[in-house]
């Protein structure tokens, strides 16, 4: 058995984030497998061979502007896929879906990246979309794979599961990452048998992975949330060491709002 280091960050574009993840990606515990959401660069405009330069193996499926993931490796995947693979995706939906979703497999790991829609307003169509979207992928897990797999799932989810996970929830009520139809949505894939290994090893308050630009001081004040999940089957959940948060990297110039999550496995 061996230590992997496997995290999950949204870098809110990964063009303008070269330095910050140059910087992480050549750190002490920097992650042998990493999950990216919301890179907002089409495929062409990928920065590949940087990412090749520091010894990763790249996937990555993106649109101009919006969405966009990668899974970025430091061993080659036996296997991967985009999409959430089931048709359904409503008429126009077809390349944004594929754009944020990537199942990869590594041996018998298999590791799903999601960057679930947020959903703009509670009364807006998109919020229902991503209430599906939730089940969709619930419906993924049930195709492809059973509980007692090494799987992990990973991204910006886009919900904050409880009071736990966000800063002054009283005024969140409604909030499309907050409100209860969404927690009770996550709440509905994390049942199938899923293990939240985040609270696994951080169990506290005041541990969150977003702070929004448009609150001052919102890193120094600790005003943020936690929407950026990692996830895994029990046997996952036993082989993980610990987790960590890599709050520094949102406090460099031109941060994304959300830092890097990591988790180490034994495997």
């Known amino acids: 058995m061996s230590l992997i280091n496997i995290g999950t960050f949204n870098v809110n574009s990964v063009k303008s984030r070269i330095p910050v993840l140059e910087h992480f990606l050549t750190s002490e515990g920097a992650p042998d497998i990493l999950c990216l959401q919301e890179t907002k660069c089409r495929d062409e405009e990928f920065p590949g061979d940087f990412f090749k330069e520091l010894g990763y193996h790249c996937l990555y499926k993106g649109m ?71 089940q969709r992928v619930r419906d993924l897990f049930e195709r492809n794979f059973t509980p007692k797999d090494k799987l992990l799932w990973l991204g910006d989810l886009n919900v904050a599961p409880s009071e736990l996970d966000v800063a002054n929830p009283k005024n969140k009520t409604n909030h499309v990452c907050f409100h ?22 951080l169990p506290g308050d005041g541990e969150y992975s977003f702070w929004d630009y448009r609150i001052k001081d919102a890193l120094s004040r600790n005003i943020g949330w936690r929407i950026d999940h990692i996830v895994g089957t029990e046997v996952m959940a036993e082989a993980s060491r610990k987790v960590w948060v890599e709050r520094s990297l949102r406090a460099m110039e031109r ?5 890097a999550v990591v988790s180490s496995f034994e495997i």
Not at 81 to 89: S, T
Not at 255 to 259: A, F, K, N, R, Y
């Open 180 to 201: 209860s139809d969404v927690k009770d949505a996550f709440a509905g894939v994390m049942s199938w048998g899923f293990v939240d290994i985040f609270r696994k090893h």
């Open 255 to 259: 941060p994304s709002d959300h830092t």
């Open 64 to 134: 101009k502007s919006y969405n966009g993931v990668a899974v970025i490796s430091k061993i080659e995947p036996d296997e991967a896929g985009f999409g959430l693979g089931d048709r359904l995706a409503e008429p126009g939906r077809e390349e944004s879906e594929n754009a944020r979703v990537i199942l990869a497999r590594y041996g018998d790991l298999n590791i799903l990246n999601t960057y679930i829609p947020q959903g703009k307003e509670i009364d807006h169509p998109d919020y229902l979309y991503k209430l599906k979207f939730f």
